[in-house]
């Protein structure tokens, strides 16, 4: 397995990855729409998406991806990168793909000169909390965090 950025030539591999994601949030099954919001993120440079994948007899698969958009910190003057998705395919879960899709954001902020990553997951999502919180991701006690959906 190796992680690699994915581009525009990866669109095929993720979007599927990309499409499950969403269902698992809750949204209806629309790859094409998956495939038009990412080629957007892409095209624009809007987001960084790590794609891991595996070498087998049939070629590469793609196994998970995540995806990070950029923010700043003004008070640290520096840039933050927001870890908005992460994505497992299910057969191989529990292998070691999400903590080597983590390690590579981590690498990434290292790389960008970053103050660090921040994420938001699902109240109910334990086995997610469990692997940051093994990758030295530390929860957030000190901010009350509010959103305004318009």
Known sequence: MH?????????????????????????????????????????????VIFLAVADGENGAEALGFTQLYPSFSSVSLKRLWVL????????????????????????????????????????DNSKAQALYESCGWQRDDEFQHYHLFV
């Open 84 to 123: 908005n998705d992460l994505f497992v395919g299910p057969s191989v879960r529990r292998g070691g793909v999400g903590r080597r899709l983590l390690d590579r954001a981590r690498d990434w902020a290292i790389e960008t000169g970053a103050k660090g990553l921040v994420l938001a997951t699902a109240v």
């Open 3 to 47: 992680i690699k950025r994915a581009t525009i030539s990866d669109l095929d591999d993720v979007a599927p990855l990309f499409d499950a994601y969403r269902q698992f949030y809750g949204q209806r099954p629309d790859l094409g729409a998956a495939r038009a919001f990412l080629d957007e993120r892409l095209r624009r440079d809007e987001s």
